[in-house]
């Protein structure tokens, strides 16, 4: 393993490990003000939004078509698995059909 | 006068029992973690190691996004830390019961923290039941699930292949954007979500390596606690 690479998982589980006990310990100082927390709970959302932009906008029509699959079959059965399998199916079929 | 919180063998073993339903949907994440960091290069050890010492699913799939030569560390760090800035509110929710336990041990379970964890301890703590060991046992059994599935993931991408080939490429895509339909809270969620795509799309096409994560997603959360403001 590369020395860089362990530095970076070092890293990751280090500052993993302060959100995680974080936030007990900053309630017990302070409270953190609405639009703080309203800034954190947006988080999530908007990182896996912008992870994605990229992928299903300008990759292609096949990525885009599949994108859409995933996410209506995610919100039919609530089933990530399920949602994946289908989005992976529609990109291989459609590359396949129109290489 | 409130009830006693207590933190007992029996409390950590209820946390284990009811866990035993969400290994399924841990072991897809964990399962997609190792083959698509097979894909981006990671070494066994290095996945497995990941997995071991971070144990953060959503962080350690984005990571794989900014993992190239020579490896962006900071990029990395700072990235890990943003997307999981959700466990400093999740571990702030605990405080009425973690606060009344020693530090060691309301600190040490708190390692085990995870978003499927801290979901069913707060259903436990919240119907009653006032055994903080709960987590711990809960996150526990959860962590070794995902440890497991990502060795699995790694090797059976060895026998998949090229993974373009079967649109394996898209599982890291697929994958979130079904989580991403668990998070849409209404049209309160529409705005941040268009300024992230937005901001993202831009980035990505004139700054180098993956910093749209970075700088979409703190758009689109700005755009958020703006908007809650008002």
């Avoid at chain 2, 350690?60 to 020579?70: K, M």
């Avoid at chain 2, 919240?126 to 046992?137: C, M, R």
Wanted: hydrophobic share 60%.
């Amino acid at each position: 393993m590369q020395s860089n690479a362990l530095v970076a998982i070092v890293g990751m589980a280090v500052v993993t490990y302060l959100t995680q006990v974080g936030g007990l310990w900053l309630i017990s100082k302070v409270t953190p003000s609405p639009r703080v927390a309203a800034l954190l709970r947006h988080i999530p959302g908007a990182v896996l939004v912008a992870i994605v932009a990229p992928a299903v906008f300008t990759q292609g029509l096949a990525e885009a078509s599949a994108a859409l699959a995933t996410m209506l079959v995610a919100i039919r059965t609530k089933n990530v698995l399920l949602a994946m399998v289908v989005g992976i199916g529609v990109v291989w079929g459609l590359r396949h059909l129109f290489p | 006068m409130q009830e006693p919180v207590t933190f007992t063998w029996s409390g950590a073993l209820l946390g284990v029992r009811r866990s035993l339903a969400l290994i399924l949907s841990v072991c897809t994440y964990g399962v997609a973690f190792g083959v698509i960091a097979r894909q981006t290069g990671l070494s066994l050890t290095e996945a497995t190691l990941m997995s071991a010492v971070v144990r953060a699913g959503a962080a350690q799939l984005v990571v794989l996004g900014l993992w190239s030569t020579p490896l962006p560390v900071v990029a990395i760090v700072l990235t890990t830390l943003l997307v999981n800035l959700r466990f400093l509110l999740m571990g702030a929710a605990l405080r009425p019961w973690f606060a009344r336990l020693s530090s060691l041990k309301a600190y040490g379970s708190l390692c085990f923290l995870g978003d499927e964890s801290w979901a069913l301890t707060m259903h436990e703590l919240t119907e009653g039941k006032q055994d903080a060991a709960f987590l711990a046992g809960s996150g526990l059994m959860l962590n070794i699930a995902w440890i497991v599935a990502t060795v699995a993931g790694y090797l059976l991408g060895a026998i998949i292949g090229n993974p373009e080939q079967w649109g394996l490429d898209f599982a890291f895509t697929a994958t979130f954007l079904a989580l991403l339909v668990g998070m849409w809270k209404g049209k309160a969620t529409l705005a941040p979500w268009i300024v992230a795509a937005a901001v993202a799309l831009v980035c990505a096409h004139w700054l180098p390596g993956k910093w749209y994560i970075l700088l979409g997603g703190l758009a689109g959360s700005v755009m958020g606690a703006l908007l809650d403001a008002k």
